[in-house]
């Protein structure tokens, strides 16, 4: 028993630096970038020695990697709880409402995730580790949006003459950060009349005009209780 109680304390001793580190390492990305960040700079802000930043993270690379998919998926990015609302998005029955639960969470990491998309594109202009790490997110991303067109697809929801590939094509390339921060940052948009644009798109460029139509109406069940339903009603016609 006294073992496996010293075992549960090192391994929440372990578990806070780590999130220490990240914290720390989060702040000075953002407003050092890549470039300004050392690992010596993490290790004061975090008040561990910089051989503890190594042994944890090995390299900046790794660090920031790390540091941002916690920012977009909370403490522990890999649980089954911190992408619960992927999954949600898959078993939901209705192409509209599949589209809503993927905008609203996914743009919720975008969010999240801002602060760190400058030293995130500075990095992977340079450091190939980074540049690796991001291309395999970017990969696993479309496969992700890919298998959501396909579910609406296999039930015949797609709007006549819109393929599956197409519509993953348009759903990846509206559906990222890059319009994200377009929107929100140098147009000044809120985050859900961003999200409610984007969902209106979607479902116009890959729904049946009817079915979209319905979706886009105040009170329909597609968006009940999206974050986004309010701001939908604002937007031009």
């Not at 920031?64 to 998926?73: D, K, N, R």
């Not at 139509?213 to 597609?222: R, Y």
């Amino acid at each position: 028993m006294g073992n496996a109680v010293k075992r549960s304390a090192r391994r929440d001793r372990a578990r806070a630096t780590r999130l220490r580190i990240i914290e720390a390492s989060a702040v000075l990305f953002a407003e050092a970038g890549y470039a300004g960040t050392t690992m010596e700079a993490i290790a004061r802000a975090a008040r561990v020695a910089v051989q503890t930043v190594y042994f944890v993270f090995h390299t900046k690379g790794e660090l920031l990697i790390e540091t941002m998919s916690v920012l977009a998926w909370g403490p522990e990015p890999r649980s089954e709880a911190a992408r619960g609302w992927v999954q949600l998005a898959f078993e939901t029955s209705g192409g509209a409402r599949q589209l809503a639960i993927a905008v609203d969470a996914g743009a919720e990491v975008y969010r999240r995730a801002a602060p760190l998309f400058g030293a995130l594109t500075a990095a992977s202009s340079v450091d190939p580790e980074v540049r690796t790490a991001w291309q395999r997110i970017v990969d696993e991303r479309r496969a992700g949006m890919g298998r959501l067109i396909e579910l609406i697809h296999g039930r015949g929801e797609l709007r006549e003459g819109v393929s599956s590939s197409y519509a993953a094509d348009v759903m990846v390339g509206l559906h990222r950060h890059e319009l994200f921060l377009a929107f929100t940052r140098e147009c000044g948009w809120s985050v859900e009349t961003y999200k409610a644009w984007l969902f209106a798109t979607l479902c116009r460029q890959l729904l049946p005009d009817e079915v979209a139509a319905a979706a886009l109406e105040p009170g329909s069940p597609a968006t009940a209780g999206m974050s986004f339903e309010a701001a939908l009603r604002d937007l031009p016609s």
